[in-house]
T-cell receptor
Framework: GAVVSQHPSRVICKSGTSVKIECRSL??????MFWYRQFPKQSLMLMAT?????????EQGVEKDKFLINHASLTLSTLTVTSAHPEDSSFYIC????????????FGDGTRLSIL | KQEVTQIPAALSVPEGENLVLNCSFTDSAIYNLQWFRQDPGKGLTSLLLIQSSQREQTSGRLNASLDKSSGRSTLYIAASQPGDSATYLC??????????FGPGTRLSVLP
């Protein structure tokens, strides 16, 4: 079945560091990828929609200069948390949908980000 | 704006029981509805996808129903097993793109 690879799975770094998270669709092309964030004991919240070859669409309240998204190819989207602070510590998950028809979303395993 | 709720928030049952998880959504104009499973610290696993024209989907011991007019979906798990312990999320898709997630139901199946 369709596989989405997300890397790294866990990051621990100091405050002020920028962290890049990759999301790859391994065996299908995804025009659109999504980035979600999950705080402890809360559900997933959509952060942004990543469109190949164009600017990402951010949800209200999500700082686009803080969370940089690049979707340079049909199989790769990256999320960069710039100058991360402890309040950015969270679980970040990406998903991708294969192009064509009604397709289920396929999720990466997530990245647990801890900012000290 | 679509809102999705799930009840109960948590459920603990002995092994072997049949159980039902409930999901409600406010905007019935959905494109599809999907049920996911999430294990602690892990990503989501898609369980069942119900398109707006369908009323139910089945996969093994899982059966999901959809009633758009009432804004409800249920996930039925038959003969529950300890390995079913996880958080179950439903998500409504209004436009064939992103989803609006419910808060989830934490299920514990006791051996």
């Amino acid at each position: 079945g369709a596989v989405v690879s997300q890397h790294p799975s866990r990051v621990i770094c100091k405050s002020g560091t920028s962290v890049k998270i990759e999301c790859r669709s391994l065996d299908f092309q995804a025009t659109t990828m999504f980035w979600y964030r999950q705080f402890p004991k809360q559900s997933l919240m959509l952060m942004a929609t990543s469109n190949e070859g164009s600017k990402a669409t951010y949800e209200q309240g999500v700082e686009k200069d803080k969370f940089l998204i690049n979707h340079a190819s049909l199989t790769l989207s990256t999320l960069t948390v710039t100058s991360a602070h402890p309040e950015d510590s969270s679980f970040y998950i990406c998903s991708a949908t294969a192009t064509g028809g009604v397709q289920p979303q396929h999720f990466g395993d997530g990245t647990r980000l801890s900012i000290l | 704006k679509q809102e999705v709720t799930q009840i109960p928030a948590a459920l603990s049952v002995p092994e072997g029981e049949n159980l039902v998880l409930n999901c409600s959504f406010t905007d019935s104009a959905i494109y599809n509805l999907q049920w996911f499973r999430q294990d602690p610290g892990k990503g989501l696993t898609s369980l069942l996808l119900i398109q707006s024209s369908q009323r139910e989907q089945t996969s093994g011991r899982l059966n999901a129903s959809l009633d758009k007019s009432s804004g409800r979906s249920t996930l039925y798990i038959a003969a529950s097993q300890p390995g079913d312990s996880a958080t179950y999320l439903c998500a409504a898709d209004n436009y064939g793109q992103n989803f609006v997630f419910g808060p989830g139901t934490r299920l514990s199946v006791l051996p």
